[in-house]
T-cell receptor
């Protein structure tokens, strides 16, 4: 059974600080996705990582994928309040449906 | 705007009732997925359709059913509603059938069962 675990589940950080969210998964898939979800809203696609070593950056967010370690990281640089949201990773295995992590609820404080 | 349209956005009903949620996928996408998200919970996969055929089933209750029509829109039917069915129901679409591929989510339908 495919499992996706994120940590931490809750993260409170100050503006200007850096932090990393981790996403571990149990399959050999090389397709991993990061989404952002604001409270009561839909999921917005942030990054699509399709190969080992893939790294993508958008603004203050950078995502990477290590398929050998079955690990993806989402690094936040110099956080700002607008980044407050829940960040969800998901893994896609050809033989199963997409499996979502529980999400990391990020709060950025002034 | 993801291109995925869901209606209604909000729905309030009573226990024992039946409701239908509707989803129109992005133009060209053949796969439609339904997910349930209860308060402060992660996404729970319910069911997937690909080009009109059921492709995968998740933790969908027997009281729930879905279908995908020839024009590729999909409907999720929830019957004999219980308080615990109150949740956000998301529809997502993708262009692939085998393996999910990148999903594009609708804005969700918020169901409240009183």
């Amino acid at each position: 059974e495919l499992k996706v675990e994120q940590n931490p589940l809750f993260l409170s950080m100050q503006e200007g600080k850096n932090y990393t969210i981790y996403c571990n998964y149990s399959t050999t898939s090389d397709r991993l996705y990061w989404y952002r979800q604001d409270p009561g809203k839909s999921l917005e696609s942030l990054f699509v990582l399709l190969s080992n070593g893939a790294v993508k950056q958008e603004g203050r967010l950078m995502a990477s994928l290590d398929t050998k370690a079955r690990l993806s990281t989402l690094h936040i640089t110099a956080a700002v309040h607008d980044l407050s949201a829940t960040y969800v990773c998901a893994v896609d295995d050809t033989n199963t449906d997409m499996c979502f992590g529980a999400g990391t609820r990020l709060t950025v404080k002034p | 705007d993801s291109g995925v349209t869901q209606t209604p956005k909000h729905l309030i009903t009573a226990t024992g009732q039946r409701v239908t949620l509707r989803c129109s996928p992005r133009s060209g996408d053949l796969s439609v997925y339904w997910y349930q998200q209860s308060l402060d919970q992660g996404l729970q996969f319910l069911i997937q359709y690909y080009n009109g055929e059921e492709r995968a089933k998740g933790n969908i209750l027997e009281r729930f059913s879905a279908q995908q029509f020839p024009d590729l829109h999909s409907e999720l039917n929830l019957s004999s509603l219980e308080l615990g069915d109150s949740a956000l129901y998301f529809c997502a679409s993708s262009s692939t059938g085998g393996g999910t591929g990148e999903l594009f989510f609708g804005e969700g339908s918020r169901l409240t069962v009183l």
